[in-house]
C-alpha cells in the first residue's frame, strides 16, 4: 500500500468517526427526549388521579358520649 492510499484511507475512518460521533450526539438527544416526555405523561396521568380523587368528609360529632362507655 502506498502513501496516498493509506492517506485516503486514513481520511476514510476520521471521516466515519467523525459522523459517528454526530450520530451518537442525535441518539442522546433523542433519548433525552423520549425521556422527558415519558416522565411528564407519568407526571400527568398521576396527578389526572389524584385530582380524581374526593376526600371523604368527617362524620359530625356533637361531642356526645352514652354514659355507660
Known amino acids: 500500500m502506498d502513501t496516498t ?4 484511507l486514513i481520511a476514510q475512518v476520521r471521516g466515519t468517526v467523525t ?3 454526530e450520530a451518537e450526539k ?6 433525552t427526549e423520549l425521556s ?3 416522565y411528564k ?8 388521579l ?3 380523587v ?4 368527617k ?3 356533637s361531642g356526645w358520649v352514652p354514659a355507660d362507655q
Not at 5 to 8: F, Q
Not at 41 to 48: D, I, K, V, Y
Not at 54 to 57: A, F, G, R, Y
Request: charged share 30%.
Open 50 to 52: 389524584l385530582k380524581d
Open 54 to 57: 374526593t376526600p371523604i368528609p
Open 19 to 21: 459522523a459517528l460521533a
Open 5 to 8: 492510499a493509506l492517506d485516503e
Open 26 to 31: 442525535k441518539v442522546a438527544t433523542v433519548r
Open 36 to 38: 422527558d416526555e415519558n
Open 41 to 48: 405523561a407519568r407526571l400527568e396521568a398521576s396527578s389526572g
Open 59 to 61: 362524620a359530625a360529632t
